[in-house]
Structure formats: C-alpha cells, structure tokens
C-alpha cells in the first residue's frame, strides 16, 4: 500500500452523516478541519469514535479525515465509529469477522419517532383531569 491509497467511505446514525477518507499515517483524526478531541467534548464520544481502530490495532496505522453533518454530537460519533469501520474493512478484508464480531459493520436502525397529532410529543399525552 503506498501513500496514494484512500478509502473512501460513509457511515450513518440516525440524522448524522459521516464521510471518511482512510489514508496510512500515524493515527490522527481530523473531524471537520479540526481535532477530534477538540470537536467531541464528552469523552465516551472519542472512545466510541477510536473503538474499531482499538479493537484491530490500526489506530496508528491509519490517518482519519471525516467530514460530519447533521444530527446531534453522540450521533455524529456514532456515524463516524460506523464509517471509519467500513473503511477498515475496505482497507484490509481479513478484519470483517473482527469489526462483525463487535458490531461495528452494523447500521444502527433506531430513528427518532415522529409527533402524532393529537399529542403532546411521540406519546406523551396531554393531563387528564376529571373535573
């Protein structure tokens, strides 16, 4: 593999999008022209986005450029877990039972539910009272 290969993927969580660009390097993570641990505040965030390089003992290996949008902070980290995972997996193949064994080739279907009308939100209803 030479410094001219990139993986290119994409990963998703609820709202969130994130587009990956794996290149060999020495474990950095750019998060939207900015480091990761600058942009991910809560620490369990930056665990959740380092844990398929961890699991697979690339994370020094490997230079990570994501570019984020949409959805909230936790979801953001959970779609770049799942990109950086897909990425892994198209830059070397013999690790798709390790990242399947962790389920982190997994698209987490969970959305939000959306308001009924009628109600207060999703399913909360309003107070009944008697009198």
Same mark, same amino acid.
Do not use: C
């Given at each position: 593999?030479?410094?001219?290969?990139? &993986?290119?993927?994409?990963?998703?969580?609820?709202?969130?999008?994130?587009?990956?660009?794996?290149?060999?390097?020495?474990?950095?993570?750019?998060?939207?022209?900015?480091?990761?641990?600058?942009? &991910?505040?809560?620490?369990?965030?930056?665990?959740?986005?380092?844990? #398929?390089?961890?699991?697979?003992?690339? =994370?020094?290996?490997?230079?990570?450029? =994501?570019?984020?949008?949409? @959805? @909230?902070?936790? @979801?953001?980290?959970?779609?770049?877990?799942? =990109?950086? !995972?897909? !990425?892994?997996?198209?830059?070397? #193949?013999?690790?798709?039972?390790?990242?399947?064994?962790?389920? &982190?080739?997994?698209?987490? #279907?969970?959305?939000?539910?959306?308001?009924?009308? @009628?109600?207060?939100? !999703?399913?909360?209803? &309003?107070?009944?009272?008697?009198?």
């Amino acid at each position: 593999m030479d410094n001219l290969t990139k &993986f290119v993927t994409v990963g998703r969580r609820k709202e969130s999008i994130a587009r990956v660009v794996l290149t060999p390097g020495k474990g950095t993570v750019t998060v939207n022209g900015v480091d990761m641990d600058v942009y &991910f505040v809560r620490e369990t965030d930056r665990i959740m986005v380092r844990q #398929p390089m961890r699991v697979t003992n690339t =994370a020094t290996k490997y230079d990570v450029n =994501a570019n984020l949008n949409g @959805g @909230g902070i936790t @979801g953001q980290a959970g779609a770049l877990r799942h =990109a950086v !995972a897909r !990425a892994l997996l198209s830059a070397e #193949p013999e690790l798709k039972d390790l990242l399947r064994k962790n389920d &982190f080739l997994t698209r987490d #279907p969970r959305m939000r539910e959306r308001k009924k009308s @009628g109600l207060k939100g !999703a399913r909360k209803r &309003f107070q009944w009272t008697k009198r």
